[in-house]
């Protein structure tokens, strides 16, 4: 059973930076694309950027693009999400999550398992 444990989440001021931590549990970190998503109170599940297993590609959402950088160190089992020049917009819950393949995917439908999420809170 895969575990997806996120943190790093909090409340910041509108242009300041926050740093997600997401660590799971499989033993073949490397072989799995992952991803991060939000959602804001009463809208949709939002993409905001995925990575391959081997860190060679990345997508980000439209929304985030330029801000925000995803990463992730595979001998620690761990996907970051590196948030800059933050504003109240991206307040949301952020989601990590791990597809079955090593391939990245925009989609919420494209993940196999998801983390239970952890607030950010943008002030304006």
């Known amino acids: 059973q895969v575990q997806l444990v996120e943190s790093g989440g909090g409340l910041v001021q509108a242009g300041g930076s926050l740093r997600l931590s997401c660590v799971d549990s499989k033993r073949t970190f490397s072989n799995y694309a992952m991803g991060w998503f939000r959602q804001a109170p009463g809208k949709e599940r939002e993409f905001v950027a995925t990575i391959s297993g081997r860190g060679r590609t990345t997508y980000y959402g439209d929304s985030v693009k330029g801000r925000f950088t995803i990463s992730r160190d595979n001998a620690k089992n761990t996907v970051y999400l590196q948030m800059d020049s933050l504003i109240p917009e991206d307040t949301a819950v952020y989601y990590c999550?791990?597809?079955?393949?090593?391939?990245?995917?925009?989609?919420?439908?494209?993940?196999?398992?998801w983390g239970q999420g952890t607030q950010v809170t943008v002030s304006s």
């Open positions: 999550a791990a597809r079955g393949t090593s391939i990245t995917s925009t989609t919420t439908r494209g993940y196999d398992y």
